[in-house]
């Protein structure tokens, strides 16, 4: 029997080879990822320019809200087919890096071809899982993570990897799925709800209680509770936006 991340892993190599997302939300396939991207706050002329990049599978636009400057280091946790990354390495210009980080064979394999077609030379995309890279310590200036986190089994290990990677100082910008009731457990054991992003999601006080944990400030700058009724059936979730500070 498959482990809920072989699962996860499973869902989202079928969605790279399709080139069709979802969007987070459990029960939206079918609907337009360029309609899901402008909901969660992403501008007309990003979308158009994400292209197949972008296939919807965000509950945010941490990018928008992030502190890049010329010449970051930027990670991105979860980069999919890049859709993120490539707005980070405008931000971040040709003396930036950034560095997309999934553990799903085929989007790494769609966003390294998606990067070609741009020409892209201050981006790379590395297969690996967010709880632990081979990436070296104090790297980056940012780390932004779009939606994905709640798939994590071991959300501690995820921000232990945060803290380790990022600069003193350094910052991260999280849009992802938190609760705010907890689930039955015909929900959390729900393969669909798993990667749709709700069954692997914790109660909003105990996602940032890990974060704090871990030796982090935590500033919380937006909560959208509308995208329940937009896309989960009116689940008790919520998304939310953080900027998180190494301290």
Known sequence: MKNKKEKIKDEYSEI????????????CCGDDSKKV?????????????????????????????????????????????????????EKVGKEGRVIGIDMTKEMVEKARKNKKKRGLK???????????????DNLADI?????VINLAPDKRKVFEETYRLLKSTGEMYI?????????SEEQKNDDDLLVGCVAGALLKENYLKIIENQGFEVEVLKEDKKISEKQYGGLPIESITLKIVKI
Do not use: H, W
């Not at 990049?53 to 945010?60: D, I, K, P, S, V």
């Not at 981006?123 to 632990?132: D, P, R, T």
């Not at 780390?143 to 939606?147: A, F």
């Open 16 to 27: 790279a080879k399709s080139s069709s997302g979802c969007g987070c939300g459990s029960g």
């Open 37 to 89: 991207s402008k909901e969660i706050g992403y501008s007309d002329e990003e979308v158009e320019r994400g292209e197949e990049a972008n296939l919807g599978l965000g509950c945010g636009n941490p990018v928008a809200i992030s502190a890049m400057q010329k010449g970051d280091t930027v990670i991105d946790f979860g980069s999919g087919a890049g859709f993120d990354c490539f707005l980070a390495a």
């Open 122 to 136: 201050n981006v790379e995309f590395v297969l690996a899982e967010i709880e632990k890279t081979s990436l070296e």
């Open 143 to 147: 780390i932004i993570s779009n939606c």
């Open 175 to 183: 849009s992802d799925i938190v609760l705010l009731e907890e689930l």
